[in-house]
């Protein structure tokens, strides 16, 4: 069973629609993290959520962190295709091991 | 750039074959880890380590050792390769001081094909 559940798991749209990629667990976490990885690449950081309901901006990217700390969303505005990758989200328990757990990703296309 | 290098890049084994994996960084700092990347399940813990000498389990550490006699390098051994152990196996460091929990970088990953 994966502690953080990404929805969708695939998800191949158009260039220039716009998209929501999900993380969610019934655990409480003190911080979520989101990564892009590329083809042949380790994951990069996009960004770090700590407080319930914070949402940061990141050009065309929205990270939100849930009001109960539980789940998190990636809102994409006008896709390219250079938006195309893996996106993982990653989180630390607040209760358990200190240990960063990962969800099991969303394998983002953007067709031009 | 964290300045973390895995070797080899590339990996083919046979059944039973014992394998080590090295993570190199340059820039010294404490905490190191070692991922395995599988479809469906994002990247798993296996073990990671908090300063020379001193490591712990993740979350899928059978059949997997590692040591950490020098800062700059953590190495992975898989005792007796199986099958199973096909993977992509990821370096990861933390630059902040809430260690674990804090925001970690990738090195660019070794490709394990166990035959």
């Known amino acids: 069973t994966q502690l953080l559940e990404q929805s969708p798991q695939f998800l191949s749209i158009q260039e220039g629609e716009n998209l929501t990629v999900y993380c969610n667990s019934s655990?409480?976490?003190?911080?979520l993290q989101w990564y892009r990885q590329e083809p042949g690449e380790g994951p990069v950081l996009l960004v770090t959520?700590?407080?319930?309901?914070e949402v940061k901006k990141l050009k065309r990217l929205t990270f939100q962190f849930g009001d109960a700390r539980k789940d998190s969303s990636l809102h994409i505005t006008a896709a390219q295709p250079g938006d195309t990758g893996l996106y993982l989200c990653?989180?630390?328990?607040?209760?358990?091991?200190?240990?960063?757990?990962f969800g099991q990703g969303t394998r983002l296309t953007i067709n031009p | 750039d964290a300045g973390i290098t895995q070797s080899p890049r590339h990996k083919v084994t046979e059944t039973g074959t014992p394998v080590t994996l090295r993570c190199h960084q340059t820039?010294?700092?404490?905490?190191m880890y070692w991922y395995r990347q599988d479809p469906g399940h994002g990247l798993r813990l296996i073990h990671y380590?908090?300063?020379?000498?001193?490591?712990d389990k993740g979350e899928v550490s059978d059949g997997y050792s590692v040591s950490r006699s020098k800062t700059e390098d953590f190495l992975l051994t898989l005792e007796s390769a199986t099958s199973s152990q096909t993977s992509v196996y990821f370096c990861?460091?933390?630059?902040?001081?809430?260690?674990?929990?804090?925001?970690?970088?990738f090195g660019p990953g070794t490709r394990l094909t166990v035959l």
């Open positions: 990861a460091i933390s630059t902040s001081s809430l260690g674990p929990s804090g925001e970690q970088f």
């Open positions: 655990s409480v976490f003190s911080s």
């Open positions: 959520v700590v407080t319930g309901g």
């Open positions: 990653a989180g630390v328990r607040i209760q358990g091991a200190q240990k960063l757990v």
């Open positions: 820039e010294n700092h404490r905490y």
């Open positions: 380590s908090y300063g020379v000498k001193d490591t």
